[in-house]
């Protein structure tokens, strides 16, 4: 894969490579300082658990933030704030009152950020915590934004400097790219915390970043290019090579549009599914429904090869090369060198997001939109020999966040911690296990294995889903983690079934897995310990 793409763009105010520059660290302790002198009636709730509704309100009128407008302060009293649009009533759900801030930042004459910060009106526990958005992102996180404060964070999302789920935006708009690609997030930490000193006369005494997929993509930028910006980060899912990832998606897409026998219908991923299972499944010594890590095994679909006509319980000689190309790695044609790991045997169930009736949204408006500037472009004339270069310019590391050199971000006593489900079809698992061994490489495992850490999820899906247990407090393992010292040795995750949880299992720090004791039910974590593979 091509090395992080070095660039410094003038008025961005940052260079690429996981350093933030000096220009940044002065502007977030100017803008904090500046923020909390300024408001001298907000002073007086320093130290204290709770502000008032007027405290909030002059928000609106007395904060003053460097290319920002504070265009709303509004005290929302417990369990009355209504999403905008009438709908997300699971993020309204049990929210305790807080101050809801907007802004409107404008770090370049094209730019046009919104950002909400929310802060407890009481019960603040000190901290700052900003998540992150899917896909293209142009819009404000509200379920994530509840979820912090009521674990009592001051929480902050932006919707990265446009409106809508597409990438049409950024056509002829380069600094709108440039918010999106990493000056968004940065800003809203910057002006967040600020917002944050100035209700209530102390900066936050930690910062936290939260994001998967999209949002996981914007957590490498952060530590890779802003390292000050927050003490601890989770990246779940991290599309950090959404450029190279484009050409796997979007070939996979090819594969089974190749002709109408290549197409392989969603009423065969059982099929195929099972396949790999009955192959995959019981490598790990136990025979659970759960490819422990799909690395240890060779999965050819080729068994499934109809024998005669075609029928459901079997693949066509086309169907079977289609398979065989959405597990295969994408090779460069030029160079020899791999560009992206294919999907693993256990991802089956999932394959209609990438290989369906219609190609992945995200990695089709980056080719339409950014690489071809042509909506009407057609993803069958994607040419990997001939558009990997030209798509890499495009990107110019606006988008991608190669870096594997953390020191910046470790050194100062950052802690990153990625998750990755082994049944991911939107961003190949391994790809994630390549970045943690060239950081490993990069920079020692010693000082990796104190800052660092990933967990691959057996059988979970892309940020969720899939057949394993796929839900866990990232946040709170975070917290002991960065807090605490207590460095995970795992994480217990669990599979809910209409309301109940039917299996649990431990997460272990990679290359670790977890494997049964030997007796106990293998629904139980406590039946199972993390070892070596």
């Not at 320093?46 to 504070?70: G, H, I």
């Not at 009521?150 to 049409?168: E, L, M, N, Q, V």
């Not at 095994?297 to 006509?309: I, R």
Request: with cysteine; proline share 7%.
């Amino acid at each position: 894969m091509s090395p992080q793409y070095m660039m410094c763009r003038s008025g961005t105010g940052a260079a690429t490579g996981g350093q933030s520059g000096g220009f940044w660290r002065v502007t977030m302790k100017t803008v904090i300082a500046f923020a909390s002198v300024l408001l001298v009636s907000a002073s007086a709730h320093a130290q204290t658990s709770s502000v008032s509704a007027a405290a909030c309100e002059r928000l609106a009128a007395s904060l003053k933030l460097p290319n920002s407008t504070v265009t709303s302060a509004t005290p929302v009293a417990a369990g009355k704030f209504v999403p905008p649009g009438g709908g997300g009533a699971a993020a309204a759900a049990g929210l305790p009152a807080f101050c809801r801030v907007a802004l409107t930042i404008k770090p370049s004459s094209d730019s046009d950020i919104k950002s909400e910060i929310w802060l407890p009106m009481s019960g603040w526990n000190g901290k700052f915590l900003q998540v992150g958005n899917g896909a293209w992102g142009g819009s404000i996180q509200y379920g994530p934004l509840g979820d912090g404060i009521r674990r009592g964070y001051a929480a902050a999302s932006t919707d990265t400097g446009h409106t809508g789920a597409d990438a049409s935006f950024a056509v002829g708009h380069p600094e709108k790219l440039i918010d999106f690609g990493y000056r968004s997030v940065h800003e809203t930490a910057v002006q967040g915390k600020a917002t944050v000193a100035a209700l209530y006369g102390t900066a936050p005494r930690l910062s936290y970043f939260n994001g998967c997929s999209g949002g996981g993509r914007m957590s490498f930028m952060e530590a890779q290019r802003f390292p000050e910006d927050f003490d601890a980060i989770i990246a779940g899912a991290p599309g950090y090579n959404r450029t190279d990832g484009a050409f796997q998606s979007l070939g996979a897409m090819q594969a089974t549009h190749k002709d109408p026998a290549s197409f392989i219908p969603a009423s065969k991923y059982p099929m195929l599914h099972k396949a790999a299972l009955d192959k995959c499944d019981a490598v790990d010594g136990l025979m659970d429904g759960l490819i422990t890590d799909p690395r240890s095994c060779k999965y050819d679909p080729a068994v499934l090869a109809c024998k005669g006509a075609d029928g459901p319980s079997c693949l066509t000689a086309p169907q079977v090369a289609a398979a065989q190309k959405i597990y295969a790695p994408v090779v460069d044609p030029k160079t020899g060198k791999e560009v992206f790991a294919g999907l693993e045997p256990g991802s089956e169930m999932h394959w209609g997001a990438i290989s369906g009736e219609e190609p992945h949204p995200m990695y089709y408006d980056l080719a339409r939109f950014l690489v071809f500037a042509d909506p009407n472009w057609d993803f069958r004339s994607l040419d990997l020999g001939k558009h990997l270069e030209l798509a890499r310019q495009k990107d110019g590391g606006i988008l991608s966040a190669m870096s594997t050199d953390l020191k910046p971000f470790v050194g100062r006593g950052g802690k990153l911690l990625i998750y990755h489900g082994w049944e991911d079809q939107n961003i190949s698992p391994r790809m994630s296990v390549e970045y943690y061994e060239k950081v490993q490489a990069t920079m020692g495992k010693a000082s990796v294995d104190n800052a660092v850490k990933l967990f691959m999820v057996p059988g979970m899906g892309h940020c969720g889903g899939g057949d394993g247990p796929n839900e866990f407090d990232m946040i709170a393992t975070l917290e002991e983690w960065r807090e605490k010292g207590k460095t995970p040795t795992q994480i217990l995750a669990s599979k809910v079934s209409d309301g109940q949880v039917v299996r649990t299992r431990p997460l272990c720090p990679f290359p670790q897995v977890a494997k049964y004791k030997g007796t106990g039910s293998i629904d139980k974590a406590e039946s199972f310990a993390c070892s070596a593979p």
